[in-house]
């Protein structure tokens, strides 16, 4: 059945029992989002209408925020609702639009982290692991969700972040001269550099939340005995986000000098997204690319110290 307004509950539950509804009583995803869609259907809610906020909505329905970010995803596919994951409330759509035309293209790196971490940080208890070859496209998008922070639109109790990030000590496969040695190691030691301040300056700006906020910080960094080919952010455990690095020709600054030299550009990488629970292979790549990072963490990577 279609669970409207007003046959849901106080309490959260249903007035009947719903096939998408679990055996607790709670309301399910689906749920939801039938009730939505049916406001949105009736007129209750016209188009350019902002939503309530997912903790507004959570409360309303008597389910965790994660079940209403479910529900809302799927009014997205609908192409019910425009704007979802943005940081702030979505808005239904102008016009309803086909599924296919409202399927997410990747994003660059840049542009598409940080609303995905808006949106991570919304929860009490925020938990990212990230692989990475530097830490230039976390320490931009942490911007966003830290802003929010101070203007008191988002309020994490806790945040851990875990970073793996090449040891300084290989040989790195990128960026490397296209031709010649790197005579001194000055690519290698302007790659370093970079790595170490990016590094610093990302746990600064999360460690200043604890005396501005009183929020529980701790940023960890180790070290892989590998160049990493892709980077990977596993937020909270319910999203993946891949981004492989494409190797091209590039112009670098060393010192007073240009060096040719074969490299990435992180910041410009598709960024393609797998949510836990969107479908069965969704699920299965964020649980095994959980347990990769955490196989990774807990055996080959090694102590990293961040230097200036």
């Known amino acids: 059945m279609v669970v409207t307004q007003e046959n849901v509950a106080v309490n959260g539950s249903s007035g009947g029992s719903s096939s998408g509804s679990s055996g607790s009583g709670k309301l399910s995803p689906q749920d939801i989002a039938d009730a939505l869609r049916d406001r949105i259907r009736s007129g209750a809610l016209k188009p350019g209408d902002r939503l309530p906020t997912q903790a507004v909505l959570a409360e309303e329905f008597g389910v965790e925020r994660g079940t209403v970010r479910q529900a809302l995803r799927t009014l997205q596919g609908d192409g019910l609702l425009a704007n979802v994951s943005k940081g702030s409330p979505p808005r239904v759509a102008a016009a309803p639009q086909s599924v296919v035309s409202t399927v997410e293209k990747p994003q660059p790196s840049m542009v598409g982290l940080a609303p995905r971490l808006s949106e991570a940080f919304s929860q009490p208890h925020v938990r990212i692991d990230v692989v990475s070859f530097t830490a230039e496209t976390l320490m ?23 970073i793996l990030l090449p040891s300084s000590d290989i040989d790195l496969a990128f960026p490397k001269p296209i031709e010649g040695e790197d005579e001194g190691g000055r690519v290698h030691q302007r790659w370093l550099q970079l790595r170490n301040t990016q590094g610093q300056v990302l746990r600064h700006n999360l460690r200043a939340l604890r005396s501005s906020h009183g929020i529980d910080v701790d940023v960890s960094f180790r070290a892989l005995p590998f160049t990493t080919p892709v980077k990977l952010y596993l937020l909270n455990g319910e999203e993946a986000l891949l981004a492989y690095y494409t190797i091209g020709r590039n112009t670098l600054d060393v010192g007073t000098t240009e060096v040719e030299a074969y490299d990435v550009g992180g910041l410009v990488s598709p960024l393609f997204s797998f949510q836990k629970g969107a479908t069965h292979r969704d699920t299965a790549f964020v649980d095994e690319s959980q347990k ?8 080959i990577s090694t102590d990293l110290t961040l230097s200036w």
Not at 140 to 145: D, N
Not at 148 to 159: A, K, M, Q, V, Y
Not at 292 to 299: K, R, S
């Open 140 to 162: 931009i998008a942490l911007g966003e969700p830290v802003r929010l922070i101070h203007e008191g639109r988002l309020r994490p109790e806790s945040i851990s972040v875990r």
């Open 292 to 299: 990769w990072f955490t196989a990774l963490w807990e055996t």
